[in-house]
């Protein structure tokens, strides 16, 4: 029972051009949303995040625009670099958890940022 | 430098042996957090701990155990009743109690391959 879902494994985006990562989400308890960035043989690591009391927000390069009525969340990057060349893994995490960060992974979209 | 330390990076194992992963943080996080990763899957919960000796099974408990003796020290058990232990094993750490959602911080991962 796959709770968060990245339906695209890969993404293939010219440089300078914008990367667009979507989510899924099918509990409705799920309250924040993640976005992890992982390069080959390392860990995560934690790019940007929303609550679900808003549906955008921005750092940088990054966005992560959020629709709660859809379940469905995005992340564009803006413009797209080379370095952006790793795998997103989009989280969530539940409003209840009775304790513990408990976060719920999605899959994974490999991006690949073409010269 | 702060960070999160996995050792080794890479492990090969018999099948049938019990082999144990470190896991070893000194950013005085209270919590920390045993995942694995799968080709095409997201990364899953094996266990988790709030405080030092405690710890909770996350969703897939069966055939790992830990122990949380030192603050700084999440070790994980791989059991020769884990059916299939080869995967690469993720660390992660964060701060409880400071309300919100601090992400978590990731270690660069254990590679086990089982034979």
């Known amino acids: 029972d796959q709770q968060v879902k990245q339906n695209s494994p890969s993404l293939s985006v010219q440089e300078g051009r914008i990367s667009i990562l979507n989510c899924d989400y099918t509990?409705?308890?799920?309250?924040?949303f993640l976005w992890y960035k992982k390069y080959p043989a390392e860990g995560p690591t934690f790019l940007i995040s929303i609550s679900s009391i808003k549906d955008k927000n921005e750092d940088g390069r990054f966005t992560v625009f959020l629709n709660k009525s859809a379940k469905h969340l995005s992340l564009h990057i803006v413009p797209s670099q080379p370095g952006d060349s790793a795998v997103y893994f989009c989280?969530?995490?539940?409003?209840?958890?009775?304790?513990?960060?408990?976060?719920?992974f999605g899959t994974g979209t490999q991006l690949k940022v073409e010269l | 430098d702060g960070g999160i330390t996995q050792s080794p990076k890479y492990l090969f194992r018999k099948e049938g042996q019990n082999v144990t992963l470190s896991c070893e943080q000194n950013?005085?996080?209270?919590?920390m957090y045993w995942y694995r990763q799968d080709p095409g899957q997201g990364l899953r919960l094996i266990y988790y701990?709030?405080?030092?000796?405690?710890?909770q099974k996350g969703d897939i408990a069966e055939g790992y155990s830990v122990s949380r003796e030192k603050k700084e020290s999440f070790p994980l058990t791989v059991t020769s009743a884990q059916k299939n232990p080869t995967a690469f094993y993720l660390c992660a750490s964060t701060h409880t109690g400071t309300g919100g959602h601090p992400p978590l911080h990731f270690g660069n991962g254990t590679r086990l391959t089982v034979t």
């Open positions: 950013l005085n996080h209270d919590a």
């Open positions: 509990n409705s308890m799920f309250d924040y």
């Open positions: 701990s709030q405080i030092v000796n405690d710890f």
């Open positions: 989280a969530a995490h539940p409003l209840l958890t009775g304790g513990g960060n408990k976060l719920t």
